[in-house]
């Protein structure tokens, strides 16, 4: 495994671990789901330059899903409307002007535990693609 990519993944696994504490955490919701999305565009992120593939800037998740090789992007395009989910929650929860977007400016509890839900599947799946690598 690449050097830069062991970078990626250690910057995700601590996005990882830092929503695990938010997560629980009155008043830090949008923190939280932006925790999320980071963990899973860092992971992204890790596999394209894995795979000599060198992103622009981009936090767009569908996009970074585009550009993967085949063989990830298949098993990525399961969770298309998931990945799409975490990419506008990142914009609500990133940008005060876009706080409008989510009712009172927050989260609740059924949102929480989704959006969890998601990060904990994509975090594992894309774990273990890395696995293979050691």
Known sequence: M??????????????????????????MELIFAFHCQQTIEKLMK???????????????LGRLCAIMPSSYKNQLNNFHTQLDELGQIYLDSRYPSDFAMLPNATLNESDIEHINY?????????????????
């Open 2 to 27: 690449k050097e830069t990519v062991k970078v990626w993944i250690d910057f995700a696994e601590k996005d990882f671990k830092a929503k695990e504490l938010l997560k629980k955490t009155e008043g």
């Open 46 to 60: 890790a596999i394209l330059v894995e795979n000599d593939i060198f992103p622009h800037k981009t936090h767009d």
């Open 118 to 134: 998601i990060t904990d599947q994509l975090y594992d799946l894309m774990m273990g693609f890395f696995k293979t690598l050691d």
